[in-house]
């Protein structure tokens, strides 16, 4: 079975740092791409961060840039996600999912970890 | 960056009826590159539509996508209980930020 699994979220205060991180299993890692996107209480996704598929792109949202930091462990079949410099508009649940091989849209997710800043 | 705007924000409906969606991009999508995804409550985000149109496997066929230029829609053909949920439209083809629309939520009336 195809899934992503997170962890590593908690409460933390501001200013302070977090890594999250993601261990998928059921397919080859290398194979897709990746992404972090986040949902604050009651409101919409908002996608934060990509790793390209061959390692070669990270992408940010302008939201979070300069503070967040994507990266990959192939070895580990894990994706993280360190967060530094947290704020208050930081709380959210924080979802790692998978863009699909041939078609690019990301078909699966976790079941999100969540992150409190205060 | 491309933004999406979808409306209805509330679509207020009864079981069996029909839901139609809509999202609008704020400039072309390359290759139709649009997603729907269906959100119950304390869920994560399930995947229904990819490529403006195409269904993956394991969505039932009452879920279908449609584009005609930058306006994009959902359509639901006969509602099922499960189906009241919030619907999210989400670009992933151009260049970064890959960028969602703000939802639209399916209620019972």
């Known amino acids: 079975q195809e899934q992503v699994v997170e962890s590593g979220g908690g409460l933390v205060k501001p200013g302070g740092s977090l890594r999250l991180s993601c261990v998928v299993s059921g397919f080859t890692f290398s194979d897709h791409s990746m992404h972090w996107i986040r949902q604050a209480p009651g409101k919409g996704l908002e996608w934060i961060s990509y790793f390209s598929r061959s390692g070669g792109a990270t992408y940010y949202a302008d939201s979070v840039k300069g503070r967040f930091t994507i990266s990959r462990d192939s070895l580990q079949n894990s994706l993280y996600l360190h967060m530094d410099n947290l704020r208050d508009d930081d709380t959210a649940v924080y979802y790692c999912a998978r863009s699909a091989h041939y078609y690019y849209a990301i078909d699966v997710w976790g079941q999100g970890t969540a992150v409190i800043v205060s | 960056e491309i933004v999406l705007t979808q409306f209805p924000g509330t679509l207020s409906l009864s079981p069996g009826e029909r839901a139609t969606l809509s999202c609008r991009a704020s400039?072309?999508?390359?290759?139709?590159?649009l997603a729907w995804y269906q959100q119950r409550p304390g869920q994560s985000p399930r995947l229904l539509i990819f490529?403006?149109?195409s269904r993956p496997a394991g969505i039932p066929a009452r879920f279908s996508g449609s584009v005609s230029g930058t306006d994009f829609t959902l359509t639901i053909s006969r509602l099922e209980p499960e189906d009241f949920a919030v619907y999210y439209c989400h670009q992933y083809g151009n260049s970064p930020p890959f960028t969602f629309g703000p939802g639209t939520k399916v209620e019972v009336k």
């Open positions: 490529a403006a149109s």
């Open positions: 400039q072309s999508l390359n290759s139709g590159h």
